[in-house]
Nanobody, 115 residues
Framework: QVQLVESGGGLVQAGGSLRLSCAASGQSFNIKAMGWYRQAPGKQREFVANVIRDGITNYADSVKGRFTISRDNAKNTVYLQMNSLKPEDTAVYYC?????????WGQGTQVTVST
């Protein structure tokens, strides 16, 4: 089993920045990729970004150029640096980890971007 704990959400004005962190514990050596999804009220959960073990990153088109995902393998932690935030980025952000046979989710952290 893998446990994921997120931190770093909050309220920020449009144009501002936030950094989310997600620390993995448990059988984290099995993790192949870690990433972030988000879910806005009344909408489906959507992919934001991920990083696989060899460092390759992927981003949703809506966040390219504004968000940066990084991973510290020694700390089993993934970060999401979010710059130039927009009101439409408001959502609950969920950390995600892909293991050999399972997908794990964090509890979510709220990000609210005000106009």
């Amino acid at each position: 089993q893998v446990q994921l704990v997120e931190s770093g959400g909050g309220l920020v004005q449009a144009g501002g920045s936030l950094r989310l962190s997600c620390a993995a514990s448990g059988q984290s050596f099995n993790i192949k990729a870690m990433g972030w999804y988000r879910q806005a009220p009344g909408k489906q959960r959507e992919f934001v970004a991920n990083v696989i073990r060899d460092g390759i990153t992927n981003y949703a088109d809506s966040v390219k150029g504004r968000f940066t995902i990084s991973r510290d393998n020694a700390k089993n932690t993934v970060y999401l640096q979010m710059n130039s935030l927009k009101p439409e980025d408001t959502a609950v952000y969920y950390c995600n980890a892909l293991g050999n046979f399972n997908i794990y989710w964090g509890q979510g952290t709220q990000v609210t971007v005000s106009t």
